[in-house]
């Protein structure tokens, strides 16, 4: 797995790495708190239905976001 740059400790990089020898997950994500990251986060729960957007008109910017997007 390749690791960030940006993280530069050995306790979490070695953590990290053993919990994905462990776990086998099928891919890692490191969050880096950028603006794309919110952008294709938020674009991701728009599409589930886990967060909608509210009337434009009424509420400018603003969306409902929900836990179990099944409740409606």
Known sequence: MDLPNYVKNDKLRNW?????????????????GSEREYDDMFGLMLKSGTAIRLNEKKRPNSYLVRSDPRSS
């Not at 990290?16 to 880096?32: I, R």
């Open 16 to 32: 990290v790495q053993e919990m994905v020898t462990l776990c086998k997950p099928e891919e890692v994500h490191w969050c880096d």
